[in-house]
């Protein structure tokens, strides 16, 4: 016979193995001040106070970059390669993002941006916009092949990938299957050189990241068997180090060849319009993305058929790692638009087949909250259902978790001790039934 109490004693520590996962945000505790705010933002709970301070459950994190984005002191440590790192190749590639081109005032010509990587050390640039392209023009075939299950759930903000695969598995299924733009640039970026005659071993490749969760992404090889790029750096240590070399230029090498129809993916909504589909809905900002999330898995969207989220306020241009205020930064990339041509790169330009832009692995259904032991984790289950029937359920957070359920979670699941009480329970039952407030 079943026995709840047996399989509970069973347990051995935390089954999520938080180590495993890569720590893409840190805590300064010197500097958190335990205000809670975290908590109640982070749309995967994975943050809790502990003894005055915040901690991160690196296993439910999603390298949203929200707790950054929200906490009041600056404790929030977002985690990258430091720009040493490129010294370790003889041939320096460096990957630009279309979102990074906003943060620069009274830029006339993007090349004068690219010029200068030069003079900070990379030996070549390559436009993620130009991946960006190729991407949107793959998806317009595999909407006219008419085959994938709708609405289609775009894939290129690494943050709502790992929300799908932890909170919404259902939807596992809508996601579009092919690979972010930063990872076909890569490719491209590492053949176009290798054409050159640099031996691969000579190439590192480095992409300029606006967040955090593509620091998470590439590095952990989400979507890829292989990690074509070797290094993630911030937005903004390079900007600071790209200011001083811009001004000291007199002109510029004309080296971008990346179009409208991929500079416009650093806002919401310009990957939906690259996909040339009508019937589109774009949300940004995480609160936002999880309520589409939950309306699509309740099958309250109609008529939908393809969805773009981004993580982060306006898209990549509202990433934690840039400089510039995101509606700032999107104003400036409408005024640079002008500037370029519609389609800078065709996909018969480049003779790779569409198996080329396809993702290589999609992330399947995440380590259920319980573990993945059936028996135990049902175990579990009516443990944190009993434990919830005796709490107030205020949500309150006074506790350090950011939900009684999630207090409930901790107990059962090992990472407070199995004696724990809900502060507010413990004071009502002080006061004869009656709330101190």
Known sequence: MFCLKRALSEQKGVVMSELKRLHTVTLDKDKCIGCASCIKRCPTEAIRIRNGKACVIYDKCIACGEC????????????????????????????????????????????????????????????????????????????????????????????????????FENLLGNLLPLLAPVDVAAKLAREKVAKRGVAEEDIGVFFISPCPAKVYALKAGCTVNRNYVDGVLSVAEVYMKLVTEIGKLDDARNLSE??????????????????????????????????ILEALENGSLKDVEFVELNACTSGCVGGVLNVENPFVARARLRQLRQKFPQVGITLSETGKPTSYFMAEKLPEHGENTFGNDRTLAFARLLAVQEMYKKLPKKDCGICGAPSCTAFCEDVVMGRIPADSVCPIAVGTAATGGKSDG
């Open 258 to 291: 990346m179009g409208i129809l991929g500079l416009q993916w650093a806002s919401s909504g310009g990957e939906a319009a690259g996909a040339m589909c009508r019937k589109y809905l774009a949300a940004d900002g995480i609160e936002n993305v999880v309520n």
């Open 68 to 167: 950054v984005r929200i906490c009041p002191s600056n404790a929030k440590i977002p985690s990258y390669d430091k720009f040493d790192i490129v010294n370790n190749y003889k041939y320096k590639v460096a990957l630009i993002a279309p979102s990074f081109y906003g943060q620069f005032d009274d830029i006339k010509d993007i090349n004068y941006i690219l010029t200068a990587f030069r003079n900070i050390g990379f030996d070549f640039v390559y436009e993620v916009g130009i991946g960006a392209e190729l991407v949107s023009q793959v998806t317009q075939r595999l909407f006219a092949d008419d085959k994938l299950k709708k609405p289609i759930i775009s894939t290129a903000c690494p943050a709502v990938l790992e929300l799908v695969s932890q909170r």
